[in-house]
């Protein structure tokens, strides 16, 4: 059974760090990525890691920073300098976007 279980998410304030983790069982893939999804948008890929090459959004760069654990077969994403406008529902994906392998969704709210 695969299962993509995500944590991490919070309210923080503007300019403070997060976080996240996707711990995956039953799955491996060598394509990790976080998307993002704020009500009326589509998924918005943030950060995506395939086969060790790293690529970013640019909203997020210089600020976020995808990285994995292949032992513990975990995906990470470390966000700092937040801001308001990175308010959402995060989500890990293993496989790339067109796969079913999705974490539960994490929300991450930046706000004063």
């Known amino acids: 059974q695969v299962q993509l279980v995500e944590s991490g998410g919070g309210l923080v304030q503007p300019g403070e760090s997060l976080r996240l983790s996707c711990a995956a069982s039953?799955?491996?893939?060598?394509?990790m990525g976080w998307y993002r999804q704020t009500p009326g948008k589509q998924h918005e890929l943030v950060a995506g890691?395939?086969?060790?090459?790293?690529n970013y959004a640019d909203s997020v760069k210089g600020r976020f920073t995808i990285s994995k654990d292949n032992a513990k077969n975990t995906v990470y994403l470390q966000m700092n300098s937040l801001k308001p406008e990175d308010t959402a529902v995060y989500y890990c994906n293993f496989g790339g976007p067109s796969s079913p392998y999705w974490g539960q969704g994490t929300q991450v709210t930046v706000s004063s």
């Open positions: 039953g799955v491996s893939s060598t394509s």
């Open positions: 890691i395939i086969n060790g090459l790293t």
